[in-house]
């Protein structure tokens, strides 16, 4: 097991830039074998030391960098039908992938009984056009794709991590712990992350007194003070999915010399072969994770997800390598 000096902890903790918190490099076992086969193998992985935001990206930040580059983000923009071959026509307007309780489910493999696209949804309107933002400057904003996350980690002089950095961060000194916080998922009977409790889809009980998306400060900090790491929204990396895991472990090693290491061409959906769409690694987990359906609210966990993609539970944080201008 990775064991961080406590005195170091402190320093990362405090020494922030701008919302970053130091991460000091290590060597720590990545993914797990006991979980989803695209977490396996697990294996050892180096990373350097790099700073990262302690919370996602929040509605206030995201605001900051609207208004001073006129950012229009994929949700607002409507999709170019060469790029959907076979779209329906009512995809092919702006809007974004939104979550509603189905009162009936038949199948859980059939995720379209409760992720619908909703024209008019995007990060200011994130339950369609009739909703807002107001009020949740420090929830996490959602319904941003790949390009959008980039986008704002240029303007911020950031970047976005890769899956190797997220994974260590998330796991804040605690190698090989099942969660973030270490191997119980509700310690003492107290929330950790912003997660499904009860039978998804249709039942949550908001135990941890929230339905939908959370601020970004309301649960408890790991071992390196970062917020949120797990659950309340899926975050972007900026690493190609790959559900071969030798693969991965054999590119891991190039970090950071090569932080977006992995195929494009192995990232495509074999479900879709006509649409090739490449997809980009999320880690964390969001508050649609359930024990009953998803149990991705772990470090090791990942998802594929397209990078024209934007949905009401994906936002992002970022990272960067070296200090940043003064």
């Given at each position: 097991?990775?064991?961080?000096?406590?005195?170091?902890?402190v320093?990362?903790s405090?020494d922030?830039?701008g919302?970053?918190v130091w991460?000091?490099g290590g060597?720590f076992?990545?993914?797990?074998?006991r979980?989803y086969?695209?977490?396996?193998?697990?294996?050892?992985?180096?990373?350097?030391?790099?700073?990262?935001?302690?919370?996602?990206?929040?509605?206030?930040?995201?605001?900051q960098?609207?208004?001073?580059t006129?950012?229009?983000?994929?949700?607002?923009?409507?999709?170019?039908?060469?790029?959907?071959?076979?779209?329906?026509p009512?995809m092919?307007h702006?809007g974004?992938?939104?979550?509603?309780?189905p009162r009936?489910?038949?199948d859980?493999c059939?995720r379209?009984q409760?992720?619908?696209?909703?024209?008019?949804a995007?990060?200011?309107h994130p339950?369609?056009?009739?909703?807002s933002?107001?009020?949740l400057d420090?929830?996490?904003?959602?319904?941003?794709?790949?390009?959008d996350?980039?986008?704002y980690a240029?303007?911020?002089?950031?970047d976005l991590p890769?899956?190797?950095?997220?994974?260590f961060a998330?796991r804040g000194?605690?190698?090989?712990?099942?969660?973030?916080?270490?191997?119980v998922?509700?310690?003492d009977g107290?929330?950790?992350?912003?997660?499904w409790?009860?039978?998804f889809p249709r039942h949550?009980?908001?135990?941890?007194?929230?339905e939908?998306?959370?601020?970004?400060?309301?649960?408890?900090?790991?071992?390196y003070?970062?917020?949120?790491?797990?659950?309340?929204?899926?975050?972007?990396?900026?690493d190609?999915?790959?559900?071969?895991?030798e693969t991965d472990?054999a590119?891991?090693?190039?970090?950071p010399?090569?932080?977006r290491?992995?195929?494009?061409?192995a990232s495509?959906?074999?479900?879709?072969?006509?649409?090739k769409?490449?997809?980009?690694?999320?880690?964390?987990?969001?508050h649609?994770?359930?024990?009953?359906y998803c149990r991705?609210y772990?470090p090791a966990?990942?998802h594929?997800?397209p990078?024209?993609?934007?949905?009401?539970?994906v936002?992002?944080?970022?990272?960067?390598?070296?200090?940043?201008?003064?």
């Open positions: 097991m990775l064991r961080v000096d406590k005195e170091q902890c320093r990362s405090d922030r830039a919302g970053l991460i000091p060597t076992r990545m993914g797990s074998d979980h086969p695209e977490e396996a193998p697990s294996r050892q992985v180096a990373v350097d030391g790099f700073w990262i935001d302690r919370t996602p990206v929040t509605n206030r930040q995201f605001s960098f609207v208004l001073a006129g950012h229009v983000t994929t949700a607002e923009a409507p999709p170019d039908p060469k790029e959907y071959p076979g779209a329906l009512h092919l702006a974004s992938l939104v979550f509603m309780r009936s489910t038949f859980l059939d379209s409760w992720w619908f696209f909703l024209e008019g995007d990060w200011r339950y369609g056009p009739k909703t933002i107001h009020g420090d929830y996490p904003v959602v319904h941003v794709s790949f390009s996350a980039i986008a240029k303007w911020a002089g950031k890769t899956e190797a950095e997220w994974e998330a000194g605690l190698d090989g712990a099942e969660f973030a916080w270490g191997d998922f509700m310690p107290l929330s950790m992350a912003n997660t409790q009860g039978d949550k009980h908001n135990e941890d007194g929230y939908h998306t959370s601020p970004v400060t309301a649960f408890p900090p790991n071992g003070g970062l917020q949120d790491m797990i659950g309340n929204v899926w975050e972007w990396t900026c190609w999915y790959s559900p071969n895991r472990a590119k891991a090693c190039c970090i010399q090569n932080p290491g992995g195929n494009e061409d495509y959906d074999p479900r879709l072969p006509d649409i769409i490449p997809r980009k690694v999320l880690k964390g987990g969001s649609l994770c359930a024990p009953n991705r772990r966990a990942r594929a997800e990078v024209h993609t934007s949905a009401c539970h936002g992002f944080r970022c990272v960067a390598r070296k200090p940043l201008a003064s």
